[in-house]
């Protein structure tokens, strides 16, 4: 591991701090800080390092903490559910949840004092917060149907459960990953719809078949490939890397020409991670994700490196991967491989939470399903496992009134990020901004197809707007003289079947200009009409 400790002088002042004290040394001061209180706080351990445990200070809210959890694949119990409903259900109004676009959740209102019980909570039931903030890997996503889904080709569980116990030791943490250049994200999927967005990912593994007789004559080994005569189809992942979103940067990932057995997957990301903790670029965090480290190095050493880390040679990449369908939303009703069961998918209105909720999507588990609750990367729940004869009751409960199964076109693809009521660097406020408008377009208009919306508070892109049919990324705009919340729109992203980020269209719209001209692009490219106009035209 590379000794930081030997250039201070020289480092910014994120890699001092590092070198100074590592980020997870923050564990065992946590007594002391709910002793202390927030106010009293090293402000390097207020502000930075109290994130390797999950806990976010956050300006705007003062004294109101942010926590982010870890959920691998985005799977939890009702018992976790419910635990995290009492843990924000303790803040009042200031208690919600946020579902994020890793298939992971947010807890806002946190308090420094209950930090203590609230960790005890989590080890009860076997949640963990560890490395989740800073420079380390975020929640790590796979398919929020693995298990359930008749034509998935990998159900990538236990594959994205191993990765995280690798990363994390187990959740008690790992000062092998814990200082890292900067974040990390991995996904992996085993569908044919790219449900995971692997092309935003520093490192994603998709689906692909390799020709046993053809690798066998690539000397692939017979522990692998049993005859290099035979041609029967071998199952595994090709491998791609370096996307990320970031304020002076946008890319998708690149094609290592590398294709790895399942078996293969853990240490292909832990040699990936050593080499990118090792030799990534330290110096300006605004270059210092993975594909800055590649852009410098070219794939072909990034590639050597990383075979030499790993001990052997990477077999190239399958000629295609399986990504050959146009991506699901999960919302609504589907039938499950299992024969007689379900899996429902709810929309969450942007994501957002509250504790009454979140006790009775722990209650519908437990009632109707299998007690199992999954999360998706577009910010909604699907509840699984719920048999045909208890089906048609489940619709009836009233909490399908708010979360529904079928909401408009618009409203199921809309995501948001948090937006400025509760982060420091969102330029707008975005998530109540974006329901008001999506209500007030699905009023007016009448749409053919599902229209992707996706708001964004700042140029850092949580909200991913470059993968949306319309991204909206906040900014400071001028008109008349005043300086207001304003958009740049982004649009041409596309998600499942050939991948491809989208480019910005247009800047600085201010938000009380924006409703006319979302209008306009929805009718003008998306095949939207007034209803006026449809009502006119039914009558002729």
Known sequence: MTDTTTTTTSLNKFEKFKAQKDGLAIRDEIEKFAVLGWEAMDETDRDHRLKWV?????PVTPGKFMMRLRMPNGILSSSQMSVLAQVVQRYGDDGCADITTRQNIQLRGIRIEDLPDIFNR?????????????DNIRNITGDPVAGLDADELYDTR???????DMLTNKGEGNPEFSNLPRKFNIAITGGRDNSVHAEINDLAFVPAFQEAGEQGSRGAGEQNFPSAHSHHKIFGFNVLVGGFFSAKRCEAAIPLNAWVAPEDVVAVCRAVLEVFRDHGPRANRQKSRLMWLIDEWGLEKFRAELENRLGKSLLPAAAKDEIDWEKRDHIGIYKQKQPGLNYVGLNIPVGRLYAEDMFEIARLADVFGSSEIRFTVEQNIVIPNISDSRL????????????SINPGLLARSLVSCTGAQFCNFALIETKNRALEM??????????????RIHWTGCPNSCGQPQVADIGLMGTKTRKNGKTLEGVDIYMGGKVGKDAHLGTCITKGIPCEDLQPILQELLINNFGAKLKEEALLVSHC
């Open 54 to 58: 999950g806990v976010f200070f956050r």
């Open 122 to 134: 989590f080890h009860a039931v076997g949640l963990t917060s560890i490395q989740s903030g800073m």
């Open 158 to 164: 236990e594959l994205v459960q191993q990765i995280q």
């Open 392 to 403: 048609a009751t489940f619709l009836t409960e009233p909490l399908l009134e708010r979360f």
């Open 438 to 451: 999506i209500k007030a377009l699905e009023e007016d208009l009448i749409f053919i197809h599902p229209v």
